[in-house]
């Protein structure tokens, strides 16, 4: 497809369970970013892929989360031992990385996300 | 110095209004500031952006009013539609790969 494409849209799993998230991104983008949504809440930053760099963790909340992105597309997103506050939607978003004057080639591109629930 | 503050956190305004979402940031390197709309259940999308050489920019029912002495951005949505309900983020970027920083939102509300 030509958007950003994640799975599973939806995923309940039960607490202490190790959950994996996956994004595919737009063909050619540079960037990619995943985000946690809480019900009602704004973008809580997770981890940010910018082509070759060492990736901005700097947002991931506990030492339970970690992701990668292998050969600069496709990206995993792995919570282990979930909590039930890690219960929300998780968004993923990727970019040329880039950005022209005039144009809008810096643009973000999420996807419609991955709905985590744990019992 | 990288966050951008929004406001208020939710608007409930009258069908036909005028619906006002501001923002500030405190980072000058900022070159880019683009605005996402987000529909319940749906991921962001873009909506509007604005470079910090022009102070306005206007498409169609949306515009962004830009004051960079003040380090200030908003979001105006004129004759506002009840399919405008959505949450509205503000974001700022810079140059040079470095990643977009986003506002809190804002729940916006459009009566019928």
């Known amino acids: 497809g030509a958007g950003v494409s994640q799975s599973p849209s939806n995923k309940v799993t039960e607490k202490g369970k190790d959950v994996e998230l996956r994004c595919d991104p737009i063909?050619?983008?540079?960037?990619l970013y995943w985000y946690r949504q809480s019900l009602g809440q704004g973008l809580e930053f997770l981890i940010y892929f910018q082509g070759n760099s060492a990736p901005d963790k700097s947002g991931l909340p506990s030492d339970r989360f970690s992701a990668e992105r292998t050969g600069g597309s496709v990206s995993t997103l792995t919570i282990q031992r979930t909590q039930q506050e890690d219960s929300a939607v998780y968004l993923c978003?990727?970019?040329?990385?880039?950005?022209?004057?005039?144009?809008?080639?810096?643009?973000?591109?999420f996807g419609e996300g991955s709905r985590l629930t744990v019992l | 110095q990288q966050q951008v503050k929004q406001s208020p956190q939710s608007l409930i305004v009258q069908k036909g209004g005028i619906s006002i979402i501001n923002c500030a940031y405190e980072?000058?390197?900022?070159?880019?500031f683009p605005w996402y709309q987000q529909f319940p259940g749906k991921g962001p999308a873009l909506l509007i952006a604005i470079r910090p050489d022009v102070s306005e920019k206007k498409e169609g029912r949306f515009t962004i009013s830009f004051n960079k002495s003040a380090k200030q951005f908003s979001l105006h949505i004129m004759d506002s539609q009840p399919g405008d309900s959505a949450t509205y983020f503000c974001a700022a970027e810079r140059t040079g790969g470095f990643k977009t920083i986003f506002g809190a939102g804002t729940r916006l509300f459009v009566k019928a």
């Open positions: 980072n000058t390197a900022f070159d880019y």
């Open positions: 978003a990727s970019s040329s990385g880039f950005r022209d004057r005039g144009a809008q080639v810096g643009e973000l591109f």
């Open positions: 063909s050619g983008h540079t960037a």
